[in-house]
C-alpha cells in the first residue's frame, strides 16, 4: 500500500484538491479483499451441508469441508498428495492419499514422487505410520521403494513401518530395495491379502529370503463377513474389501470408534462424585462411589455414545459393491473418476468408473461427502471437463456435495455428538 501512496504523490501534490481517484482505489482494493474472503468462505461451505441420508438436505451440518491448510485437521484430514492416474502430469502427480490422524499420517497408495509431494506439504517423515496399497499398479505403487529408503535416511525412529497390500508387494519390495542396495534403517513388514481360506499353518518369508532390513510379514485372510481386519488400536479400525478392477485391487475403511458420552458435570456433583479422579473413572467407564455412599455409574453422569467417523478410500473400480454394506454411512467417499461421461463402455472394460457412477455408489451407501480422483489424461488443461463430471456425479448423488480432488487439497473431517 505505501508503493500506490508513493506512485500517487506527485499527482496528489499538484492537484490538493482532487484526491478522489486514489481514495476510490484504496476503497476499491478493501472491497476485492473482502470479496476474495468471502467467496473462498463461500466455496468452502458450500461442500459442508451434510445430511443423514442419500439425496436428502435436512439434519445440514458443517463438519466436512474444504481446506488448503494442513494444520487445520481437527483430528482427521484427508490430504490429497496425488489426484492423477495412470502418469504425473504438470498439475497432478499419481496416486496417494495421506489421512492424517492426531499423532500419525496414514498412506493409502505411493504413487511415483510420493515422496516429493509429502515434503511440498511439509509433513514430518517420522509422522509416517501405516501405508496401504490398492493394487499393484504401477501408477500406485512405484514411489514406495523411494519413500522407504528416505524415511530410513530422514528419520531415527526404531519403530518398524507396517506396509497391507496384496499378494505379491512382499517380493516386488525386496527384490527392488536388494536389486539397487537399498536400506530401510527403521525396518519394515509387509502384510499381504491372500485368498481363500486360511491354511492350518502358517508360513512367513524364510529368514534367508528377506531383506536386511525386512521383519516377517502376517498372511491376511478375509474375515467370513468377506472383509479383511487390517489393523486396530484404541481409537481406529481400518478393514479392507475387494473392488472389481482388471487386477485384484482392494478398498479400504476406517472407522473411528465411538466415543462416551457428555460428561454432565453438575448432575455428578448433585450425586455427590468429588471432582478429580473420581470425574476421570466415570469418563472411562467405571463406577465410584459417592460422598454419600451410594453407587454411581456412568450412565448416570454421561450422555449418550457419540458416533466416530467413518472414512472409505476405494482403488481403481468400475463396481464396488462388495463393499456396500460395510461403507454405509461413510462421512467421506473417495472414489476414482478416471473416466469422461461420454467414455462409459470404455470404463467398464477397462475397470474404471465415471462420475455418475460414482455418484451412484456414493447414494447407495448414504455417505454425506463424495470426493472424486485419479482423473485421466483427458481432464488435464481441461477445467470444463471436472465441472461436467462434478455436475454428473451430483446428479447421481442426489446431493451437492460433491468435491472434484487436486493435488494438495485437504478434507477435515470434525467429529460430530450424533448419537453411535
Not at 113 to 128: D, E, I, W
Request: charged share 25%.
Amino acid at each position: 500500500m505505501k508503493y500506490l501512496k508513493k506512485a500517487f504523490m506527485p499527482a496528489l501534490r499538484h492537484k490538493p484538491c482532487n484526491q478522489r481517484p486514489f481514495v476510490e482505489m484504496i476503497r476499491a482494493s478493501n472491497i476485492a479483499r473482502r470479496l476474495h474472503t468471502f467467496t473462498w468462505r463461500s466455496y468452502r461451505d458450500s461442500f459442508s451441508s451434510l445430511s443423514s441420508e442419500g439425496g436428502g438436505r435436512e439434519n445440514e451440518s458443517n463438519h466436512v469441508y474444504v481446506s488448503d491448510n494442513f494444520t487445520d485437521h481437527k483430528g482427521m484430514q484427508l490430504c490429497f498428495l496425488g489426484t492423477s492416474s495412470s502418469i504425473p502430469t504438470l498439475r497432478r502427480n499419481t496416486s496417494c492419499l495421506a489421512l492424517r490422524l492426531e499423532k500419525q499420517i496414514y498412506l493409502f497408495d505411493c504413487g511415483e514422487g510420493a515422496q516429493k509431494q509429502l515434503y511440498k506439504a511439509h509433513f514430518r517423515f517420522g509422522s509416517v505410520g501405516n501405508i496401504f496399497i490398492t493394487h499393484m499398479h504401477g501408477d500406485h505403487i512405484f514411489g514406495l521403494p523411494g519413500l522407504l529408503s528416505g524415511l530410513g535416511i530422514t528419520t531415527n525412529s526404531a519403530e518398524a513401518k507396517n506396509i497391507y497390500g496384496p499378494e505379491g508387494l512382499r517380493i516386488w519390495i525386496r527384490e527392488t530395495l536388494k536389486a539397487c542396495h537399498g536400506g530401510i534403517h527403521s525396518k519394515y513388514a509387509v502384510h499381504e491379502f491372500k485368498m481363500g481360506k486360511r491354511p492350518k499353518s502358517r508360513q512367513g518369508a524364510k529368514q534367508d529370503d528377506r531383506h536386511d532390513d525386512e521383519l516377517t510379514g502376517q498372511d491376511l485372510y478375509a474375515c467370513p463377513n468377506g472383509l479383511w481386519h487390517l489393523y486396530e488400536d484404541k481409537h481406529h479400525i481400518v478393514k479392507a474389501g475387494m473392488v472389481e478392477h482388471s487386477i485384484p485391487c482392494w478398498g479400504f475403511l476406517l472407522e473411528e470408534k465411538p466415543r462416551p458420552g457428555k460428561f454432565n458435570v453438575e448432575q455428578a456433583r448433585k450425586l455427590g462424585v468429588k471432582p478429580g479422579p473420581d470425574f476421570a473413572f466415570l469418563q472411562k467407564g467405571h463406577s465410584v462411589i459417592s460422598k454419600f455412599g451410594q453407587k454411581i455409574n456412568p450412565s448416570d453422569v454421561l450422555g449418550h455414545s457419540r458416533r466416530g467417523r467413518k472414512i472409505v478410500i476405494l482403488g481403481d473400480t468400475n463396481n464396488p459393491r462388495s463393499l456396500l454394506e460395510a461403507a454405509k454411512g461413510a462421512d467421506v467417499l473417495v472414489h476414482e473418476c478416471t473416466m469422461l461421461e461420454e467414455d462409459a463402455g470404455e470404463a467398464e472394460c477397462r475397470g474404471h468408473s465415471t462420475a455418475s457412477m460414482a455418484g451412484k455408489f456414493a447414494k447407495a451407501i448414504g455417505a454425506r461427502c463424495l470426493v472424486l480422483t485419479h482423473f485421466g489424461s483427458k481432464f488435464e488443461g481441461n477445467p470444463s471437463h471436472i465441472q461436467a463430471s462434478v455436475q454428473a456425479a451430483r446428479l447421481a448423488f442426489g446431493r451437492e456435495n460433491v468435491i472434484a480432488a487436486k493435488d494438495f487439497m485437504g478434507v477435515t473431517v470434525c467429529q460430530t455428538d450424533e448419537p453411535s
